[in-house]
């Protein structure tokens, strides 16, 4: 497979991050000290049983939510220092979110929801070329309704990679779809890494997910318990769950 | 259409998906404006239009009459510093005879300059042409001409002087002096037996043996004078010509009408609107902040794709301020459109020549700021809270709520409620807050909709109290002049007379510190049955011989309490001052009213045993005769039968008051539809996905209604008692601000409104939830499991 868009240039960088959730009486550790790089250009799945802190490290680096402790970097950004409008204004120009439930805006269309994030960003492609990306280009007038889970899913990752982000999170992309379905969305995923060269990191439960990308993280109880080089990348389309 | 943002489409969709919600609210607001812009423009076109009305037909300042006194009196009358202008005039009550009418009626006989206008109190001629002197010509005031169908050419017998004789009606005329057509004596008008002629002067000076002389002056005062200085000049000189005491226009009887009536109005056009308001902003706030709410992943998800803050509430702003926007100009013209309709109706009524509508732009500006302030806080409220949420939540699902067992299920009583009433009563338990804002929501409904019943209850409570527990008299007799006891026994004999109650009202002015007003002191017998000092309560205060009983209001206005001193200036016969003691007081409704035991009223007076009039109690079926046998005693100068008095009542404060209710009634119940269904298809959409579930588990339509159903009733229910007693401080309040010297009005709300109101909200409640269950029935259950909002 084509390896040479990844760089050793590091474009998140995180040191020793904690993350306490402070429920009342309770503390939950979400995140007990992660250090870990993402380098540009790279595809990363991240591992992990439920619980492990996995969803939360995502947002975390797509300055969704601050850490409790350590420091997270993207390029030359701090993002632990960041105020609520510098990390809006950062996930405005530079991350691509794709959710497990696809949170589309129900009385937009299609071609609308991935406007909605186009309009406001600096450098987008057309929301139609978007679409046509994941295999859409037909359905650009409909609205969230009148579409499978897949196909929404489908848009959810147009509206992500609309705006040319530099980095592509997903958090269990495939996680309420069929295996078919699923290879659909992934194989997406993948071509926008490959065509786009667009750092992504993809959360799964699914250990055969995990050979499509280029390095694996495991997560186990809120620490990176192994990082693993994939020899061969397997594509999404010989996947099978 | 082509550059529009996708931001504002979802703006658009949402309240299209929304527009019955989005209606509702906007109708809540144009109710709140519309009534606030109707009744604040009629009042400000009202007191408009009467200001120029005064200013252009020059009404005078201070009044003036007495017996007989020469035209030089204009000369000395117009040396008193302050007086800019002096009109004299002869002034004459006769009895009229006209043709169809039983009673006697009473005319006021008043002469104009022979070829020019009169300098004040102006007149506007109507319809005909003004009167030639030597041919017994006149004009009539409109309302009673309207009232008896005259039309030039039309003629009216009249007493001049002991002789009968023919008036020619050449002319009908409006004036300033008489905008309400009243007699000084009578508590209302009554336009059929009073009636306003003007006539050339020589032409009264002949018929009442008047020449060079005058009995009545009007005056102008320069800008800056003091009228209680120049009244009591006026009196001072116009002592020795048997004057009854001059006054302003405060104590005209009109004027004082008008002004009541102004004031009346402003009570209604400032407390209900003001209420109005209130509810609708409050309702606004509730609406606004649950539907924020519902938002709340959307609004994640948006700042999540990097939207700020700022662009997120601008969004919600936005579809707020589409809503307020449509309320407000829809409120605002039809606030105008009624305002224009009730200031017309005024108009008529009042005969005012002339017709100004004053669009109260400030009101209206005030009204779209409250709305606006009240929406805009509503919505940033919940826009500050969801967008204190993390971002990270638009990545999960919804978290389960926390439920816990309701109270009912401490008690172990689970076991005969079904499945579906415990997730009823867990969801009210599970938010007490919201759940105490829908039921407040739904009792300001009930509650605007008692308030806007009350004032017919009031009117029907005056009706009944005034004129048939305290007034019981059938007819009123007014005598010409003081008069001896026997002038009474006569009435014992005539055919019909069942009772007869005498009386004697002592004209006087009242004084404590610098407060003053002219009233008649009522003297009666102690056992009386027809007319009866009644307070609210039904107690009777007994009458005395040592001082005053006055009208809780008349108190209050010259601030005086029991056991302290007023002055009082009799201002008839030997025209004493004495100080006289108030010995009680009695909350009535009608009028500012000092009442005595008659001895001690004609020991004020420094007089003998001396009537004014009486009240009889009559056999209806000699009512005839007895009129016929009235109009023949010259004594008789005024008789007012009860009947009329209760029809004119009605038809003056009654007629009007009732319009306005309408309208207030009108909005409430826009206001109660508006609330419920909101409320209704807010929960609706809360929980959209939880009976997407119950269906997919294989409950019925029915079963998961009852869900959605169950809660609404139960929120109903509770809201009608809540709200009737929110009624009952509404009215409190507006019954506080409607206080005026004609009237008070009482605080009396008869169970048949709470019933309405209670019904009003059910209907309301039924109709919206018909509407919930309708829509539950075409739950797209598929896209709501899908994940659709
Ligand atoms: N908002 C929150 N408040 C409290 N605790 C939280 C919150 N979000 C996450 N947690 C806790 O933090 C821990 C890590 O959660 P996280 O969502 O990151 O796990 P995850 O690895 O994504 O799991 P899954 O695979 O089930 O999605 C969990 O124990 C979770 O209960
Ligand atoms: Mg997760």
Known sequence: ?241 | MVTMRAIHRKLLRNLWAMKGQSIAIALVIASGVAMSVMSLSTLRSLQATRETYYQRFRFAEVFASFKRGPLSLQQRVEDIPGVAGVEPRIVKSVNLIVAGLREPAVGHLISIPDHQPPRLNQLYLRRGRMPEAGRLEVVVGESFANAHGFQPGATVDAILNGRLRTLRIVGIVLSPEYIVEMNAADMLPDFKRFGVFWMPVTEMEAAFDMDGACNDLSLTLMHGALEADVIRQVDNLLADWGGIGSFGRVDQMSHRFITDEISQLRAMGLVTPIIFMSVAAFLLNIVMTRLIDMQREQIAALKAFGYHNGEVASHYLGFVSIIVTAGVVVGTGLGIWMGQGLTQMYTRFFHFPIFQFDMDWVTAGLTTLVCAVAAMAGTIGSLWSASRLPPAEAMRPKSPGEYRPSFIEKFGLQRWLPQTWRMILRQIRRRPLKTAFSIFGIAMAAGVVVLGNYASDALDFIVDFQFRQVQRQDLWINLAEPSATDAIHDFHHMKGVVTVEPFRALPVRVHSGPRSRRLSILGMAPDRKIFRVMAQSGDEPPLRNDGLVLSAKLAELLKVKIGEYVTVDVLEGKRPTVQVRVMGTVDDLSGTNAFALQPFVNRLAEEGPLVSGAWLSVDSKHLDELYAELKATPRVVGVTANAASIQSFLDTVGENQLRMQGFVIGFAIVIAAGVVYNTALISLSERDRELATMRVLGFTRAEISVVLLGELAILTLIAIPVGLVMGYGMAWLSSRSIHTDLFRIPLVIYPSTYARAAIVVLIAAVISGAIVRRRLDRLDLFAVLKGQD
């Open chain 1, 1 to 241: 497979m084509n390896s040479s868009a990844i760089t050793s240039v590091p474009v998140f960088s995180t040191r020793d991050i904690t993350k306490v959730y402070r429920m009342g009486e309770v503390c939950v550790h979400a995140l007990r000290g992660v250090t870990m790089d993402l380098y540009r250009g790279e595809f990363v799945v991240l591992l992990g049983p439920s619980g492990s802190g996995k969803s939360t490290l995502l947002n975390i680096l797509g300055g969704l939510d601050v850490p409790t402790g350590g420091s997270v970097r993207f390029l030359d950004h701090n993002l632990t220092q960041s105020t609520d409008r510098e990390l809006t204004q950062f996930r405005r120009d530079h991350v691509g979110f794709v959710f497990q439930f696809y949170n589309l805006i129900p009385s937009l269309t299609a071609r609308e929801n991935v406007a909605l994030v186009t309009e406001i960003a600096s450098n987008p492609m057309a929301p139609a070329e978007a679409l046509a990306l994941v295999g859409l280009g037909a359905r650009l007038d409909h609205f969230p309704a009148q579409m499978s889970g897949g196909e929404q899913q489908r848009v959810a990752i147009a509206r992500a990679v609309a705006k040319r982000p530099d980095v592509l999170l997903c958090d269990e992309p495939t996680g309420a779809l069929d295996a078919k379905t699923g290879v659909v969305v992934l194989e997406v995923i993948e071509q926008i890494n490959r065509e786009l060269g667009t750092t992504t990191a993809v959360i799964t439960h699914n250990a055969m997910i995990a050979e499509m990308a280029d390095r694996v993280i495991s997560l186990s109880d809120g620490r990176v318990s192994e990082i693993r080089r994939n020899e061969r990348k397997r594509p999404a389309s010989e996947i099978v769950w």
